[in-house]
């Protein structure tokens, strides 16, 4: 209903959308309504900046900057608010991502819960990562970045008064350097010219956006120093 309202472009549904006229640019937005407010291992604040963060990741971005919307309650305590506050910018300063602009929005009583928190942000894709949801494959591994429900359980226990023999926490992280992590290095990834070359790199089956160098079997050792960048006769092999 809402793509067709807006004259929205049709193909798979992503976290992060590729900006017109800039396939390098990767924006996203998220609003966050979570009750309670804080709960084991995070709030609604580091929230908001993770989930933003990571749906940027998962379209192979780095964040480049952060908006900030809230919508407050009349009120609520000023404590809790500057608790909310705090721990946003903490999450983003860890993140590594500026928030650069904002609104805030104050409503009657009981018209929202507390406070309920928008971010927007916009992130560049590394130049060796194609990811996108529309490349998954059956039989494709699934990498996780921990337990599945984790922080979902955790907050409805906490809503909720559920106990447990066990103390539980929200996983809540950003997860774009473990993204960044999974693109080829640039050494690894270069081939020289200067050297003959057994086989050609080749596509791999399960990514077909992504490039995967030859093995150590079929490529003839390249004389570039392994420390310094690429002399002007290596190309390389990742587009």
């Known amino acids: 209903m809402v793509l067709p309202s807006l004259a929205g472009q049709e193909g798979p549904l992503e976290d992060a959308a590729l900006l017109p006229g800039h396939p390098d640019l990767v924006v996203s937005t998220d609003s966050f309504v979570v009750h309670p407010l804080f709960f084991p291992g995070g709030d609604i604040g580091s929230l908001a900046v993770h989930g933003t963060v990571n749906d940027l990741a998962m379209r192979g971005a780095w964040p480049l900057a952060l908006s900030v919307a809230l ?6 305590p000023l404590p809790e608010l500057r608790s909310v506050l705090q721990s ?23 018209a ?24 998954a494959r059956p039989g494709d591994a699934v990498l ?15 809503r909720e008064g559920l106990g447990f023999n066990t103390g539980i ?3 809540s992280r950003p997860l774009h350097r473990l993204v960044h992590a999974l693109a080829p290095s640039a050494h690894t990834s270069t ?10 790199p080749r596509r791999s089956t ?7 160098p030859p093995s150590r079997s079929t490529r003839a050792p390249c ?17």
């Open 191 to 200: 081939r020289c010219a200067t050297r003959p070359v057994a086989a050609s």
């Open 71 to 76: 919508i407050v309650e009349e009120g609520l």
């Open 144 to 158: 996780l970045s921990g337990p599945i429900g984790l922080h979902g359980i955790t907050v409805l226990s906490t």
């Open 112 to 135: 929202v819960d507390k406070v309920f928190v928008n971010t927007t942000g916009i992130g560049r894709r590394h130049p060796a990562l194609r990811l996108s949801a529309a490349l």
């Open 206 to 212: 399960r990514s077909p956006a992504m490039r995967v």
């Open 223 to 239: 004389p570039c120093p392994r420390r310094s960048p690429p002399p002007a006769t290596c190309s390389a092999s990742i587009p």
């Open 169 to 171: 926490a929200s996983d």
């Open 88 to 110: 946003l910018g903490k999450a983003a300063r860890e993140a590594e991502v500026p928030v650069i602009t904002g609104d805030t929005k104050v409503v009657e009583r009981g």
